[in-house]
């Protein structure tokens, strides 16, 4: 019941692509994926959405980074 209360996050893949640069671990590809967050009070009601873009290796699955969007 405390976890209806205080908001629920959830997350979304809205697409995948290919980006510049290596693995600094392994040296695979690097590819960026979009997700939209969403927080939702009472798990119906919208309270907060964001999008991101993840930074991970192909190769390895490492995440590299995440940049945090404005939308």
Do not use: Y
């Not at 600094?24 to 119906?44: H, I, K, M, W, Y």
């Not at 919208?46 to 930074?55: A, E, Q, W």
Request: hydrophobic fraction near 40%.
């Amino acid at each position: 019941m405390a976890a209806a209360c205080c908001g629920l996050e959830e997350e979304t893949m809205m697409g995948e692509q290919k980006a510049p640069g290596a693995c600094p671990r392994c040296g695979g590809a690097v590819v960026a994926t979009d997700v939209e967050s969403v927080r939702r009070v009472l798990c119906c009601l919208p309270l907060c959405v964001k999008n991101k873009r993840k930074f991970s290796c192909a190769r390895c699955r490492r995440s590299l980074a995440a940049l945090f969007t404005h939308a």
